[in-house]
């Protein structure tokens, strides 16, 4: 007998031969690499099995590749981020590791979408950006409407919360 998550996975592998094979397949969620794990008995063939979904890059190189998008220079960056352009290019360089609160600074400044500003936060190994937290509420909610980073911390000083510098 099956349990649903075996299930899933015996349907998904016969819906991708179905199709002609896994590039076929509908992109795996988080969820769904969480049950390959809980059911996989050696990492090994997990992670054969998934190289591919990997992220391969890392905050520098996410941030540089944000930055390049944008039209602002590195110095402009750096004050509307609220930092030193010497702190900013140790950043970019990889000499430097923001904090959670210098990243959403950069996120702001560089005017980041909220999805590209999770990405960031996760590939920094630092908690995404919760709408259950009031601080975290106002600051998703000030990069959604591209709202000033000065005027953000208004915001977060006026609800009695840590302001992001």
Request: proline share 2%; glycine share 6%.
């Amino acid at each position: 007998m099956y349990s649903l998550g075996t299930t899933k996975i015996i349907i998904l592998e016969l819906s991708a031969k179905v199709k002609g094979g896994k590039d076929d397949m509908e992109p795996k969620t988080t969820e769904d690499l969480n049950l390959e794990l809980m059911q996989n008995n050696s990492i090994g063939s997990y992670i054969r099995d998934n190289q591919a979904l990997f992220l391969d890059t890392g905050v520098t190189e996410a941030l540089s590749a944000l930055w390049e998008k944008s039209s602002i220079t590195k110095s402009a960056l750096a004050h509307r981020a609220g930092m030193s352009e010497v702190y900013l290019h140790q950043v970019f360089s990889g000499r430097r590791s923001p904090s959670r609160n210098r990243l959403l600074c950069l996120c702001v400044a560089l005017e980041a979408g909220l999805d590209e500003t999770q990405t960031l936060l996760r590939r920094a190994g630092y908690a995404q950006l919760d709408p259950k937290v009031k601080r975290d509420a106002v600051v998703s909610h000030g990069i959604l409407h591209h709202t000033p980073l000065e005027e953000i911390n208004d915001n977060l000083f006026e609800e009695n919360e840590k302001t992001l510098y």
